[in-house]
């Protein structure tokens, strides 16, 4: 099975951890999953909640709305979208927006995207000088600022740990002549164990995952609403308890595929895996952000309105198109499709607690 791997700069026989391994597949530049293709939509490899309904994306405006006003409707106030993918809930967010003109003057819209070829992607289909594309969080100074990211977190590679007769044994990939890949199992290091080890919801598992670089992706985000105050609003496929197994999996033309296909197609699959809430809760609350209740995305859009919004704008569709809507509306809230599969995980540093969506 010749793999090609020398093109991700990826040669050494040493073992190299999987997040390592996993980065340099998806993020490498210019040849990497998310620096060299169009993974969304139909024709591409998975679906995403703005990509199957612009309901979802009105929806997450109409709670910024709310957040804006719980925080005082201050007269500058930052959004940020994390991972925006194809620019689609960003563009309607700008829609919905202008029929509240006193936010609309107020709000600073920026989109944190890594990978060149998403950002071009975006750019064509948001043609609005309004917005900002940044790789880092420096151009923020005033007021406060409202992350959000959907699916954003579970596309962070994650490290992996066995726990053998109490030792922890990182897992590793190490590559024989470019040609196969061999699975190993070395001894943690101790900055690694260090840190796993100040975690409660990570005590007493036989097998951890433990999400390193999305960790160090959180950082400047809670230091920056620590300072300005505001919050992170993440949604993504995950869970609140470990089954102490292994949630690596990857897609491929919509597809779930075997993690040995994956490594047949090294650069042509989305890798992700499912994501913490409970440990990624514990994180938020370490670091002197309060964490409202983690829900399901059925449980959020329901109490946001979707519902409701959904039939109002039925009434002026045709029969088809009303049909659509109820199949999109079904993806969204179903429980065995993203309705309770999905998590919202909301982090804030604000004097309001009441935010919308959780209770």
Excluded: H
């Excluded at 060299?36 to 909640?49: A, L, Y």
């Excluded at 995207?113 to 100074?141: A, G, M, P, V």
Aim: one cysteine or more.
């Amino acid at each position: 099975m010749k793999l090609n791997l020398k093109k991700f700069k990826i040669t050494s026989k040493k073992p190299l951890p999987i997040d390592d391994f996993f980065e340099k597949i998806l993020y490498e530049p210019k040849i990497g999953y998310y620096s060299s293709k169009d993974p969304f939509g139909r024709n591409g490899d998975f679906i995403t909640s703005p990509t199957i309904s612009n309901l979802f994306s009105e929806i997450i405006g109409i709670w910024l709305i709310s957040a804006w006003e719980k925080m005082g409707k201050p007269k500058i106030f930052n959004f940020v979208e994390l991972g925006p993918g194809d620019g689609s809930l960003t563009k309607v967010i700008i829609s919905t927006l202008t029929k509240f003109p006193e936010l609309n003057r107020a709000i600073k819209i920026y989109l944190y995207e890594k990978s060149s070829y998403l950002k071009k992607l975006q750019k064509q289909n948001i043609d609005n000088e309004r917005i900002k594309w940044i790789k880092n969080f420096n151009s923020i100074k005033k007021g406060p600022v409202i992350f959000f990211g959907n699916e954003f977190f579970d596309a962070i590679p994650i490290k992996q740990f066995s726990n053998i007769n109490n030792e922890l044994f990182e897992r590793c990939y190490s590559v024989k002549d470019n040609i196969s890949i061999n699975e190993k199992f070395i001894r943690s290091n101790k900055k690694d164990l260090t840190q796993i080890k100040t975690f409660r919801t990570l005590k007493k598992l036989k097998f951890i995952e433990f999400p390193k670089k999305g960790l160090i992706e959180l950082n400047p985000i809670i230091k920056k609403i620590n300072k300005l105050s505001g919050g992170i609003l993440l949604i993504d496929y995950g869970y609140l308890n470990s089954s102490n197994s292994n949630t690596i999996q990857a897609v491929m033309g919509n597809k779930k595929i075997s993690a040995e296909t994956m490594l047949k197609n090294l650069g042509k699959a989305d890798i992700t895996s499912l994501v913490n809430f409970n440990l990624l809760k514990e994180y938020f609350l370490k670091n002197n952000l309060k964490v409202k209740k983690v829900v399901t995305q059925k449980f959020f859009l329901e109490r946001m309105g979707i519902v409701e919004r959904a039939l109002i704008l039925m009434k002026k569709r045709t029969n088809k198109e009303q049909n659509y809507m109820r199949e999109t509306l079904s993806r969204l809230l179903e429980e065995k499709q993203m309705g309770n599969l999905f998590k919202v995980i909301f982090g804030y540093k604000n004097k309001n607690n009441n935010f919308f969506g959780f209770e």
